[in-house]
């Protein structure tokens, strides 16, 4: 199955059967097109009720979206990223005492920046792109993880130590999309 039909007040939704969806799950992409993931065992008539309940949310997702500034590919090659980005890591690790294992550059579609179990980080190169106190504030993000796994208040206690103002700099690094 792969349906568009037009929803009253959404306009064009893309429904498709997903053998890995658990669930009914709307997505919204940056280029605010909407699209509905249906499980194998649901019909295309319920999936579409259960769109058109959500028309209040799809909307407030969209309007979210369009105001938000998209980086899509940037002008910086990868060697050169990796160079900035590493470099930076390290003097932020250096000077707060937060250690990683490994890191990796990547060219991620919906995340700036993750920490492995092992320590190990992955940062996106398109933080290159950001303001730089937005990416240092990724990279502290990362670097608390390393300490404390998940996002409690101890975290972000913990980054605030490290990073005064980090839940002002999160507030803005949420006017980005990838």
């Keep these: ?19 890995k969806a658990k669930r ?45 500034i998209i980086i899509t590919n940037n002008h910086y090659c990868r060697s050169d990223a990796k160079k900035i980005l590493v470099k930076r890591l390290n003097e932020i690790s250096n000077n707060t ?9 990547r060219n991620q579609k919906t995340r700036w920046g993750s920490c492995s179990s092992l320590n190990n980080i992955s ?19 990362e670097l608390v993880h390393t300490i404390e796994r998940n996002h409690s208040k101890n975290f972000w206690n913990l980054l605030n130590k490290y990073l005064p103002k980090s839940n002002q700099l999160n507030k803005e690094l949420n006017n980005y999309a990838i």
């Design 1 to 19: 199955m792969n349906n568009f039909i037009t929803l009253d007040g959404i306009g064009l939704v893309h429904f498709y059967k997903s053998k």
């Design 24 to 68: 009914l799950i709307i997505s919204i992409t940056k280029n605010n097109e909407i699209k509905v993931a249906v499980p194998i065992r649901i019909d295309l008539n319920k999936a579409v009720d259960f769109a058109q309940s959500k028309i209040n949310w799809i909307k407030k997702t969209q309007d979210k979206i369009s105001k938000k």
């Design 97 to 105: 005492g937060l250690t990683y294992n490994k890191v990796s550059i």
């Design 123 to 141: 940062l996106n190169i398109k933080l290159i792109a950001l303001p730089p106190r937005l990416m240092d504030y990724v990279i502290f993000h």
